[in-house]
């Protein structure tokens, strides 16, 4: 099994940048792309970006496109979510993910548990 923890949520005025983490126990030959999804309250949970380990290719939703940058570091099986000029609608629960990758949620076999990140007006 393949665990997936991400870490660096929290608190933030809009305006400013939070960068998330996310770190995976081991690889698999399944585990092609990493992803980044969110769910605010009330709503369905939405793709936020990808990218592919072998290229370091970055996919990223229309939402998110030119504020967010996602990196991998692959000694350490660790993904990063960095956003700037974070906006009160940014606020939602962030999941990391693993597998083939694409916006779909069924592209992605592994989950991490989330971190809340809070954006203030």
């Known amino acids: 099994q393949v665990r997936l923890v991400e870490s660096g949520g929290g608190l933030v005025q809009a305006g400013g940048s939070l960068r998330l983490s996310c770190a995976a126990s081991?690889?698999?030959?399944?585990?092609?792309?990493m992803g980044w999804f969110r769910q605010a309250p009330g709503k369905e949970r939405e793709f936020v970006g990808d990218?592919?380990?072998?290229?370091?290719?970055?996919d990223y939703a229309d939402s998110v496109k030119g504020r967010s940058t996602i990196s991998g570091d692959i000694a350490k099986n660790t993904v990063y979510l960095q956003m700037n000029s974070l906006k009160p609608e940014d606020t939602a629960v962030y999941y990391c993910?693993?597998?083939?990758?694409?916006?779909?949620?069924?592209?992605?076999?592994?989950w991490g548990q989330g971190t809340q990140v809070t954006v203030s007006s």
């Open positions: 993910a693993a597998g083939w990758g694409g916006r779909s949620q069924s592209g992605y076999d592994y």
């Open positions: 990218i592919i380990w072998s290229d370091s290719n970055t």
């Open positions: 081991r690889r698999t030959f399944t585990m092609y792309a």
